[in-house]
C-alpha cells in the first residue's frame, strides 16, 4: 500500500510557516526570515520514503492586499485551500483566531482534515498554552490542535506522524528523486531576496524583485548573473550603498550560502536596475512570473 497526497501550509505573516516547512521536508526550500511577507509564492517540498509521498506546499502570509502583488500571495494561500489532502494551519501564541476571520471562516467549512499548529509555545507558558488551545477548539472545532516549537522542534514529528494517518491511498505525484517543483534559478532568487530582507530595513526589502539572468553550470562551478530590481531610484542607491559597500555585502552572503545549498563554487555577479512601481503592474508581474488571473 502506496500513501501520497497534498499537505498545505497556511497562516498569517511570520508565524513560522516557513521554518516548519523546512524542518518537515528537511531541505532548506523556503526562506525563513525574522521579517512577515518573506514567501511570495506557494513552494512546494516532496518528502518520499518507499511505501509514501508527501507534497508540502508553503504558501505567503494571508494579508489584505495593498497592491497587486499582495493580490497574487492571497491568491496563492486561498489556493491552497482548494486542493488540500490535509491542511495545516499555523498560528502562534500571540495571534487570536480572529486576526483574519474571513480567510478563518473558508478554513472552517473544509471537508478535509485541519490541523492547527499553535507555534512558538517555548514563548509561553502553560496555563497561556491552555487558554490559547480552547481558543482554537472554539473557532475551528473539527480541527486537531497540536502545540509546537518549530525552531525547537517540539513535537514535530508527532505533526508528521499524524500526516501520515490522514494521507490517503495514492500513487505518487512526482518522481521520487524530486524534492521541489521550482527549479535552480528559483532558489538562487530566493537566496538572494533573504540576505536582501536581513540586511536593509523598512520598505527596501518588499520592493525587491531579483531575476537572474545568467546560470551557467559545470561540474564544479556556477556562474550567476542577477538583477535586483526595485521601484525607485532613491532605493537603488541605498540598495548599493556608499562606494558598493551594502551591494557587496548581500552579494557575499548570498554566494556563502548558494555554495551550501548547491554544493558548488558559485560565481556571483549582481546589478541593481529601477523598474518603477514593479508591484502595481500586471505587466511587471507577469514578467516577474507572477500568474495573474
Known sequence: MHKAGFVNIVGNPNVGKSTLMNLLVGERISIATFKAQTTR??????LNTAEMQIVFSDT??????NYKLQEQMLQFSESALQDADVLLYVTDMVETPDKNQEFLDKVAQMKVPVLVLINKIDLSNPTALEAKVEEWHTALPKAEIFPISALHKFNVDNVLARIKDLLPESPAYFDKDQWTDKPARFFV??????????YYDKEIPYSVEVVVEQFKETDKQIRINAVIYVERES??????????????????????????????????ETFVKV??????????MKNYGYQLD
Open 41 to 46: 509564492h506557494r513552494i512546494m517540498g516532496i
Open 60 to 65: 505567503p502570509g494571508v494579508l489584505k492586499p
Open 189 to 198: 532568487t530566493e537566496i538572494i531576496r533573504e540576505k536582501i530582507l536581513l
Open 235 to 268: 532605493q537603488k542607491g541605498i540598495v548599493i550603498g556608499h562606494k558598493g559597500v551594502a551591494l557587496k555585502r548581500v552579494a557575499t552572503e548570498a554566494r556563502k550560502s548558494l555554495e551550501k545549498f548547491f554544493g558548488k563554487s558559485i560565481f556571483l
Open 275 to 284: 523598474d518603477k512601481d514593479w508591484r502595481s503592474s500586471e505587466r511587471a
